[in-house]
T-cell receptor, first 114, second 115 residues
Framework: GDSVTQMEGPVTLSEEAFLTINCTYT??????LFWYVQYPGEGLQLLLKATKADDKGSNKGFEATYRKETTSFHLEKGSVQVSDSAVYFC?????????????FGTGTRLQVTL | GAGVSQSPSNKVTEKGKDVELRCDPISGHTALYWYRQSLGQGLEFLIYFQGNSAPDKSGLPSDRFSAERTGGSVSTLTIQRTQQEDSAVYLC?????????????FGSGTRLTVV
């Protein structure tokens, strides 16, 4: 079945450091890929997405490129801020037609310090 | 409504009691999903509705769990004879055209504690 593997957390960085959170996936078809973020005390929010190979999703300075050859969708940001402290979830969907479920990774907690 | 609304936000129940969790999706969203987030775990899919029907209920962990959706809108997740391992945050999400094309909007969740 489909699965998503994320790097273990927590990840602790100083402000303005470079961020990479690794994500790899296993899927039978050609999934869409997502990064969701959960800020403290808030619900999950979509951060970015990519629907086909070589697409780059980007939002709020974060970006991730859909790499079919390495089945990866690593999240990067060039300069993190304290406000980026949150839990980040990588996810995939193999839905066709109307809808289907998302399969999530276990999440990576990011803590950014001054 | 403006967002996905879940109630209650917190629920403490005694082992063996039944609980009902409610989700009010964004108006017009045809797809509705239930997930469970346990401490230290990722998000676990439970069930998905398209309109009032549930094409995929493969994630329901046991027959103590059931869900329904009426009027293509509000959904209720019912857990009968709760057990301590049911303690988790139950998340509801809705989407307009499905996750392939768009994105889910999640509610803030119901934190269920079984004591």
């Amino acid at each position: 079945g489909d699965s998503v593997t994320q790097m273990e957390g927590p990840v602790t960085l100083s402000e303005e450091a470079f961020l990479t959170i690794n994500c790899t996936y296993t899927a039978t078809g050609y999934p869409s890929l997502f990064w969701y973020v959960q800020y403290p005390g808030e619900g999950l929010q979509l951060l970015l997405k990519a629907t086909k190979a070589d697409d780059k999703g980007s939002n709020k300075g974060f970006e991730a490129t859909y790499r079919k050859e390495t089945t990866s969708f690593h999240l990067e940001k060039g300069s993190v801020q304290v406000s980026d402290s949150a839990v980040y979830f990588c996810a995939l969907s193999e839905g066709t037609g109307t809808a289907s479920k998302l399969t999530f990774g276990t999440g990576t907690r990011l803590q950014v310090t001054l | 409504g403006a967002g996905v609304s879940q109630s209650p936000s917190n629920k403490v129940t005694e082992k063996g009691k039944d609980v009902e969790l409610r989700c009010d999706p964004i108006s017009g969203h045809t797809a509705l999903y239930w997930y469970r987030q346990s401490l230290g775990q990722g998000l676990e899919f439970l069930i998905y509705f398209q309109g009032n029907s549930a094409p995929d209920k493969s994630g329901l962990p046991s027959d103590r769990f059931s869900a329904e959706r009426t009027g293509g809108s509000v959904s209720t997740l019912t857990i009968q004879r709760t057990q301590q391992e049911d303690s988790a945050v139950y998340l509801c999400a809705s989407s307009l055209t499905g996750s392939l094309y768009g994105s889910y909007t999640f509610g803030s969740g119901t934190r269920l504690t079984v004591v």
